[in-house]
């Protein structure tokens, strides 16, 4: 999928990627104008005061512990090249995975080129009641239980009693904890908790993922690093320092001054550009066999086809129409053909530009409903 987003790059109506392609705020752009200073005044020496600088801005937006005991941050240039380093981890561990489905796909992909046994566990869990989520961890055999919360594509987010009771089988059984967070900032206040927290005082080994690439439009200069529990810590550090020296104090301290705007405004513009989209893709959609079944906090909506009609034909009609989306079957990994009823669409776009991206999708799809009709 990441290979189709990059082939749509250039066009206007690209709602495929869920980067942040957005305009930005008065107090976005103030630090976008700052930045030729910044750039003269920062270098490499700053290294570690930049980096500290930026973890305690980037937990206190995401209220959760800076732990400095039991947690070590490894920055990275891309959250993929973090998942990179923790399939490494893996294979040189001798581990196996269970992971998430559906989930973008480049996550079984990594894994699998590192020949990680995988088995699947379906993100309806993280939200199933509590009975059904603990009988079914305790099938898993698997080392390690890799999940994405909130999901991309679906939103489904692992609330704070599921939470616990995955930390709670993961300290009971020994397995390792791989969190995908990297959309942590779209989730509602009502469902944000401290989960280092609880990592931390049940002291599993954990890494945990972290992004700011779908949150924020800083044009690809992002913050990922990965959160790695203190036994991991010596094997994760031996693997990151092959693929890298440190990444760019400038863009970490870019990306630092992006986040304090959010905790200016209590990450009120970031969740309503989401949330003007989603109303203006939804209204468009009405009545159509497009049906949007993501949790509304997300930054992406996930559509149902209930029509004869797969995903890549709709994806190929839009397409002829200007307007790109991704196929849903690639996000399911152990049968592609449950994904050929969704499509996804990406919010994080200017909203004039994405009023007309969803007039033109909405047309189109009211034309391939009429069509399916006859």
């Not at 082939?7 to 495929?16: C, D, F, G, H």
């Not at 995955?166 to 020994?174: H, M, N, P, Q």
């Not at 550009?273 to 049906?291: C, D, I, K, P, S």
């Amino acid at each position: 999928m990441t290979e189709r987003q990059v082939s749509v790059l250039s066009y206007e109506y690209n709602l495929a990627d869920g980067h942040a392609y957005r305009a930005w705020s008065p107090q976005e752009q103030a630090v976008v104008d700052s930045t030729p200073q910044k750039f003269r005044q920062v270098d490499r020496r700053q290294q570690d005061a930049i980096e500290a600088e930026y973890f305690e801005t980037f937990y206190a937006l995401g209220q959760q512990t800076l732990d400095t005991d039991h947690f070590a941050r490894f920055p990275c240039f891309t959250a993929s090249a973090g998942i990179e380093i923790i399939a490494n981890y893996l294979r040189l561990k001798n581990l196996s995975a269970t992971l998430i489905e559906p989930c973008f796909d480049n996550l079984k992909d990594i894994l699998l080129r590192h020949q990680i046994p995988l088995e699947p566990i379906p993100d309806d869990l993280l939200e199933a009641d509590g009975d059904v989520l603990t009988a079914f961890l305790d099938r898993i055999t698997t080392d390690a239980l890799f999940i994405v919360s909130p999901n991309n594509p679906t939103g489904a987010t692992v609330r704070r009693p599921n939470f616990e009771r995955i930390v709670d089988f993961c300290a009971r059984t020994g397995k390792t904890l791989i969190l995908d967070s990297c959309f942590r900032f779209y989730m509602p206040d009502e469902d944000v908790y401290d989960q280092y927290k609880m990592l931390a005082d049940a002291d599993i080994d954990c890494i945990v993922i972290e992004d700011t690439g779908k949150t924020w439009p800083t044009l690809e200069l992002k913050g990922p690093f990965l959160s790695v529990s203190k036994r991991l810590v010596e094997a994760i550090s031996h693997i990151n320092s092959d693929f890298l020296l440190h990444v760019s104090p400038f863009s970490i301290d870019l990306v630092t001054d992006f986040l304090r705007t959010s905790l200016q405004d209590g990450r009120s513009h970031i969740r309503g550009v989401a949330a003007q989209n989603r109303a203006v893709l939804h209204a468009e959609l009405a009545g159509t066999f497009l049906t949007p079944v993501e949790r509304e906090h997300m930054s992406v909506s996930w559509l149902r086809i209930d029509a004869d009609i797969t995903s890549a034909e709709v994806v190929a009609e839009l397409a002829r129409e200007g307007v790109h989306v991704l196929p849903g079957n690639e996000f399911y990994w152990t049968d592609k053909s449950v994904g050929d009823h969704y499509v996804r669409v990406a919010l994080m776009r200017d909203p004039a530009m994405f009023v007309k991206a969803a007039a033109r999708l909405g047309d189109t799809v009211r034309r391939l409903t009429e069509t399916l009709a006859r």
